[in-house]
């Protein structure tokens, strides 16, 4: 991996394999490719590279501020609406009759 070795694996009966790198990789582009040997150790020719990007994961978008608000499925937005109109004509209530 970007010219490194990072690990060597033995296929199985059906030529499965797997590594797993001891390198953290970086952000950015990295290319990896595979050498093949013969059970005497033979190297053959490296496969051709292949291209990864590693990115950043996305950020969490913060929670929004609560209001300490709560609704119902029977129409909490419309209670908090009718609460305000109340308030409000109550305050009026009692601005005209200073």
Same mark, same amino acid.
């Given at each position: 991996?970007?010219?490194? =070795?990072?690990? #060597? &694996? %033995?296929?199985? /009966?059906?030529? *499965? ?14 290319? =990896?490719?595979? #050498? &093949? %040997?013969?059970? /005497?150790?033979? *190297? ?55």
């Amino acid at each position: 991996m970007d010219g490194l =070795v990072v690990g #060597t &694996a %033995r296929a199985d /009966a059906s030529s *499965a394999w797997s590594v797993n790198s001891l390198y953290q990789l970086a952000q950015g582009q990295h290319t =990896v490719s595979a #050498t &093949a %040997r013969d059970g /005497a150790g033979n *190297a053959r020719e490296a496969s051709a590279p292949n291209s990864f990007t590693v990115m950043e994961p996305p950020k969490e978008e913060p929670e929004p501020p609560s209001c300490g608000c709560s609704s119902s499925p029977t129409g909490g937005a419309a209670s908090l609406v009718g609460l305000l109109a109340l308030w409000r004509r109550g305050r009026r209530s009692r601005l005209s009759s200073r």
